[in-house]
C-alpha cells in the first residue's frame, strides 16, 4: 500500500500563478494522489491521468537544480533511467534528477505510453502536468526554481521542445536527443526567446528525420538558426570531438542562455554511448547545463 502525501504546498501550486513566456498568466493545477509506491518511486494523477515519476536527489536538495528525464516512445522512467544513467553522473554535481513516465492519450486507439508533443493530435496536457510537476518537485524539496531543464530521448525529446516554446517561464533549457521540433510547435514559435537549447543528433538516424525538414519538422538547421537568432546569440565555436563528431555552441555575453547542437558521427537513434561514440553523453549534457 503506497503512503499519500497531503501537503499544503499542493493548496498554494493550485493558486499560484505566474507570467508565462507569452506574456499571459500561469495558473499551476496541482497533482493529486501524490503517493509512495516504493523507495524512491511514486505515482500520481494530473487531470485524470495516471502518471509515475523515479527521484534520485542529492542528500541536500535545497538549492538543487532539477532535471526532468523524459522517455521515448512505449518506454517509461525505469527504461530511461536504464538506458541513461543519467543520475549517476548528475547528483553527485548537486542535481535532482526525476525520470517521467508518459501515458496513454486519452483520444488516441495506440495503447503506447508517451507524450502529446504536437507531432500528432493529442488530447493529454502533458505540458500541464510537467509544469505541475516541476512546481510540486521544487515546493515540496526547496529546489532552485530558476533553474528547472527537461532532458528527452526521441518522443521525449520531441516534447522537450513543447515545453521550450509553451513553459519558457519555467524550462531555464532543455536538451533533445534524437529528437526534432514538431512543425505544430515550429508555428507557435515566438519572435523572441530565452530559452537555452541542446540538439544531439546521430548522422545514422534511420528511424526519424532529423537534420533534414519533413512532414513533421523543419530542418534542423532551421530550428538551431531560429533558437540561437530568437535568443539573440551569435556562433561561439565549432569543434571535432570524440570520434570525429561535431558539435557547434552559439552564446552571447551578458545571456545565459546557450544553444548547442551536436552531431555524432555514425550514430544511430539511441542515446549516445562513450564506448562507441568517444563522447561522455552525459558529462556533455551537465556541460551545457551549467552554462545556464
Known sequence: MGRKFTSV???IAAVSVLICGCGKKREIVPLSDVTLIEHNKYSCTFDDVYHEFILCFPEDTKGAPLVLMLHGAGE???AMKAATSFDEAAVPEGYAVCYVTGAVDKGATSPIKGWNSGTVPGENNDTGFLVSLAAYLEEEYKLDKDRTFAVGFSYGAFMTYRLAVEAPDIFEATVSVAGVMPMTIWEERAEKADVGIFQISGSNDDIIPLREASAIAPSMEDVIGYWAEADGLTLIGEEDIGKDSHITRYGADGKRAQV???????????????????????????EFLETQ
Open 9 to 11: 504546498l499542493l493548496v
Open 260 to 286: 548547442w547542437d551536436l552531431v555524432v558521427n555514425g550514430g544511430y537513434h539511441s542515446w549516445p554511448l562513450e564506448s562507441i561514440t568517444g563522447i561522455d553523453t552525459n558529462a556533455l549534457i551537465i
Open 76 to 78: 517509461s522512467a525505469e
